[in-house]
């Protein structure tokens, strides 16, 4: 979506230009070649939750509206998963901003051509994780471009069950740092409603939009990361061993993708943690690692392109002899801000 942060609305042809745009690098960026990277990390790591942000699915519809094609990143890269016999299960699609826009126009004829976009959160569950309970929802916070356009972020909670502990596993995408206003509104509602409350261990997964490695002055910094630590979240990878030596930047490769090294410099996707349980333990998490994925040359499709503009996370939490292992990772179309991210 980028490119439309920039257009005048009332200007019919910058709106078919930036859209068409748009639709070019979704095209360029070859979804179903980038899956095969993306399953590869997860076939690598067997997360047992897998939380996705911007899981993007382009409807292509003719001057009179009616479908002449498709591209679903989830149907995508659940084909993919399925075709390694790797057992994971849909858990829940949050449903967030939905859009259709002209990307043909013909003086003749008017609009030719248009697409449909939605963006959209998903869990996936491995088959072995019992899921107890599972709520999705909007933030009502939200923010307008234009007239039938509007920005929305979401969250989905899923709830399973660790010798007798509750384990929330919530996903999330805030809104970009250009619009901190609507993100510092989207925090509240997620600490007031989302994750309030809640008994056990909370595990917060996402693309916050908010660096950890940066402060205030910094285009890529807010206040979120750090409201979440001091509202008790404890931070994965500021508790991995990884951290001592390496920044842990997860954004942002160019929208193209095909950057000739990592561009990552920004650390914005994260997975969190915050134990509450009436019972008298000093901690139920007792050991934490995690990594950054995607950032490697190695890790190029066979095309030359980077599997997302943000890299994946993946952490891992021991409680006892029992393991979680949560994945925060982006499918996005571009390469620059989340769990991959770019801006689309």
């Given at each position: ?7 005048d609305?009332t ?17 360029s960026t070859?979804f179903?070649?980038?899956a ?6 997860i076939?690598?790591g ?16 003719d001057?009179q ?8 990143f989830?149907?995508?890269?659940e ?14 699609v949050?449903?967030?901003t939905?859009?259709?826009?002209p990307i ?11 697409v449909?976009?939605?963006d ?7 088959s ?6 599972v ?22 909670r899923?709830?399973t069950?660790?010798?007798?502990v509750?384990?929330h ?13 609507v993100?510092?509104g989207q925090?509240q509602?997620l600490?007031?409603?989302v994750?309030a ?10 693309d916050?939009n ?5 402060g205030?002055?910094?285009p ?9 630590i001091g ?14 030596d ?9 929208p193209?993708l095909?950057?000739l ?5 920004q ?11 009436h ?6 998490i007792?050991d934490?690692?995690?990594e950054v994925l995607g ?14 503009d ?9 409680m006892?002899?029992?393991r979680?292992i949560?994945?925060g ?8 801000g989340r ?6």
């Open positions: 979506t980028g490119p439309l942060f920039q257009v609305f200007d019919f042809g910058a709106v078919i230009q930036a859209s068409a745009t748009i639709w070019a690098e979704v095209q070859r179903p070649e980038r095969v990277a993306l399953v590869d990390e076939e690598e067997r997360p047992q939750l897998i939380g996705l942000q911007e899981v993007a699915r382009f409807i292509n519809l001057g509206g009616r479908p002449i094609g498709s591209l679903d989830l149907e995508v890269l084909s993919e998963i399925a075709s390694r016999g790797l057992a994971y299960t849909r858990i829940a949050q449903e967030n939905s859009v259709t826009l043909a126009f013909d003086p003749a004829l008017g609009v030719t051509e248009l449909n976009f939605s959209r959160d998903v869990v996936l569950a491995r072995d994780v019992s899921i107890k309970a709520a999705n929802g909007t933030y009502a916070t939200t923010f307008s471009l234009a007239e039938g356009v509007t920005l929305k972020r979401g969250w989905i899923v709830t069950r660790r010798r007798g509750p384990f596993f919530v996903n999330t995408h805030l809104e970009s740092q250009a619009l901190a206003p993100q510092a925090l509602e600490l007031g409603s994750v409350g809640l008994d056990g261990v909370t595990v917060l997964v996402g916050l908010s660096d950890a490695e940066a205030p002055g910094v890529s910094w807010t206040p979120s990361y750090d409201e979440l509202q008790g979240f404890v931070d994965a990878w500021e508790q991995s061993d990884a951290s001592s390496q920044p842990g930047f997860t954004c942002c490769n160019d193209d095909t950057n090294e990592s561009l990552f410099d650390r914005i996707d994260f997975v969190l943690f915050r134990e509450n349980w019972l008298p333990i000093e901690r139920l007792d934490v690692d995690a950032e490697e040359l190695d890790d190029l499709t066979v095309g030359g392109l980077w599997p997302s943000h890299g994946g996370l993946l952490a891992r939490q021991r006892g002899d029992r979680m949560a994945s990772k982006s499918t996005r179309s571009e390469g620059s769990s991959r991210r770019g801006r689309r």
